[in-house]
């Protein structure tokens, strides 16, 4: 009889143990199958920003079984039809985009969970319970679900409290480039006043109990953010691989032939 999947990624953070993530929008499962074996902790299905549908992340949450990485899943909004339809493919963690309130907060947490505590729909013969093969599925399901909650806006980052002491938060995801917008530097999250939001976010998380993430693809700034206690940080995406890889590579020998 199949056995529901402990959530180790969930579990890792809640320890406060770091974990290093990948950004993943290249939207196919022999990428995911690729970057399986790499050896990162968490690696995001992105609906948000990525051209991802549902089948697209079910094959690529599929392609990643086996390998070291918790597949987490962004869905383009906070929509319970879609959290749904995105817990129901199997995924145990989900990416919830430009949270602002704790209203909206308590509103993912609820999508995310059946009820009592959530108003998840029930089925019974998804890929999520293995086709109805893990007995006392929809018993245990809310305790292996990790819910992060993107704080990206001014609102959200003056709501960070009330946000991160919501019940069932597992974890607050700092989005770096919409805050840094947000507070009116466009897409430049290095701004000295954005540093400083993003630090005070990690330090007010820290204070409510729960793990801070984020991203960047700038290595020394991931190494700042793990020194400023940031306990889930991506640290890069596959589309910057492949093009900066392909650039560099291209560089090198178009400048020994003189172009």
């Known amino acids: 009889m199949a056995e529901l999947r402990t ?46 549908e549902i089948q697209d992340v079910l094959v690529q949450q599929m392609a990643l079984a086996g390998g070291t990485a918790e597949a987490v899943v962004r869905p383009p909004w906070n929509d319970q039809v879609i959290l749904k339809r995105i817990l129901d493919t199997g995924a145990q963690t989900v990416l919830i985009p430009m949270i602002d309130d704790a209203a909206a907060a308590a509103a993912a947490v609820a999508a995310c969970r059946y009820p009592p505590q959530g108003i998840r729909g029930v089925a019974s013969g998804m890929r999520a319970n293995r086709f109805g093969r893990i007995k006392g599925y ?40 919409d805050l840094s917008t947000g ?64 650039d560099a590579l291209a560089a090198k020998f178009l400048k020994k032939i003189g172009r």
């Open 7 to 52: 959530n180790t990624f969930k579990q890792a953070i809640r320890e406060g143990r770091p974990q290093i993530g990948l950004w993943s929008q290249l939207m196919h499962p022999l990428v995911a199958d690729m970057l399986k074996e790499s050896g990162f902790d968490w690696i995001v299905l992105d609906m948000e920003h990525g051209q991802n």
């Open 138 to 177: 929809h018993a245990q399901a809310n305790e292996q679900i990790c819910v992060l909650l993107q704080v990206e806006t001014r609102k959200g980052l003056e709501n960070i409290d009330a946000i991160a002491a919501t019940d069932g938060v597992d974890g607050v995801f700092i989005g770096p480039t």
């Open 183 to 246: 507070l009116g530097h466009l897409a430049n999250p290095a701004h000295p006043e954005v540093q400083d939001a993003i630090k005070m976010a990690v330090e007010r998380c820290k204070a409510a109990g729960k793990p801070a993430g984020i991203l960047t693809a700038d290595n020394e700034a991931a190494a700042r953010y793990l020194d400023w206690g940031y306990t889930f940080v991506a640290v890069g995406g596959d589309t910057g691989i492949l093009a900066n890889g392909a």
